[in-house]
């Protein structure tokens, strides 16, 4: 028997639980305080001790170190992606940028949420003739003002997307499962962890969708001797995708590489040594757009080898990812598998 057929249809319920309450809190960049206190009340109870660092990130300690043990640090990001008030017209229209990467065409239709609650569409102009896709100076947001007195928004306001999570078949769909995902298997890794012979330092991180800010100062405070990210990857398995080896069902992606680092060799062997071991399903991730925590750990202090364990995702960035249950079921049993068996070196 694997660890795969042992795999108690609890654990999908309790991943799915954890993702219901944590997509539906915003969290843009800079702004992880409701997640964050969210995460800090579920783990506590499971973990040695617990901080908040200088910049915002959830950091908490469990297990002793054994003879043949490590200190081995994960992170998994709590922010997510939005977009920030820039200027309001007359008329009560607001107009937006980006904070991390959105892509235009997610965006004309699509409804917002501002920390404060304000609500909002996404409006488009196009002028006549138009072929070309609208830009972002092209879009504004409608937050059902007509002047710029009774706009509940002022400029430096941020929102994200305003989405109900949505089960397809053994799918889910939803806003912010870039990484609030990770973060659900992470927090369920937490709480059943078994016997170990390693220490562990688990990261929630602040502004990955920026430039991973959170991932480097924490990494730089641990004396972590390894690491893995736990994120999201993009797929290859939709009309006309990129090629990319990676679909939706296929089992946690083990990152090789992405635009911004090489995983440690030894720590994707572990990985791929583990799985198969246990019979669990995976792939392999070559990731040319985007990167994860893992590439500032890895050059913390000294350096600290890392890699990433992917969870596959369609429709990054947008305010409908899609994610496959499985694919968090088989995530959660290599996480538990590699921090309680042996260490990649
Ligand atoms: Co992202
Ligand atoms: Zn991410």
Redesign the pocket.
């Known amino acids: 028997m694997t660890i795969v057929d042992s795999l108690n249809g609890d654990t999908v319920e309790n991943i799915k639980g954890l993702l219901r309450e944590l997509v539906q809190i915003p969290a843009p960049a800079g702004h992880e305080g409701r997640v964050r206190q969210a995460i800090q009340e579920i783990i506590t109870p499971h973990v040695d001790s617990i901080k908040v660092d200088a910049l915002g990130n959830l950091i908490a300690r469990k297990g002793r170190k054994a003879a043949d043990g490590r200190h081995i640090l994960l992170s998994a ?1 709590m922010d997510e992606i939005g977009v920030i008030a820039t200027h309001i017209d007359a008329n009560g229209f607001v107009r937006f940028t980006s904070v991390g990467a959105l892509f235009l065409r997610y965006l004309p239709g699509g409804h917002v949420r501002f920390l404060d609650g304000a609500r909002g569409l996404v409006g488009v102009n196009i002028e006549p003739g138009q072929t070309k896709f609208p830009s972002m100076e092209q879009m504004f947001l409608d937050v059902g003002a007509s002047n710029r007195q009774d706009c509940p928004v002022q400029v430096g306001d941020l929102a994200v997307f305003d989405r109900p999570m949505l089960e397809i078949g053994n799918r889910v769909v939803g806003k912010s499962l ?2 609030r995902t ?1 973060v659900a298997v992470l927090i369920e890794v937490i709480r059943s962890l078994g016997e170990s012979p390693h220490t562990f330092t688990f990261v929630f991180s602040v502004q ?2 920026l430039s991973r800010q959170g991932a480097m100062t924490a990494a730089f405070a641990s004396d972590a001797e390894m690491a893995i990210a736990v ?2 990857t993009t797929s290859g398995d939709t009309p006309q995708a990129a090629r990319m080896a990676v679909s939706l069902g296929g089992g946690p992606a083990i990152k090789v590489r992405d635009q911004g680092m090489i995983a440690d060799a030894r720590i994707v062997r572990w990985m791929a040594d583990s799985a198969e071991q246990a019979g669990i399903p995976h792939q392999y991730e070559v990731l040319e757009l985007g990167t ?1 925590d893992a590439q500032m750990i890895q050059v913390a202090r000294e350096g600290i080898p890392s890699g990433c364990l992917s969870i596959p995702l369609r429709y990054l960035h947008s305010p409908a990812e899609m994610v496959d249950l499985n694919d968090l079921a088989q995530t959660y049993a290599l996480l538990t598998r590699l921090l309680t068996g042996k260490a990649a070196f």
């Open positions: 990001h870039d990484n990770g990955e969708e994120d999201v994860t």
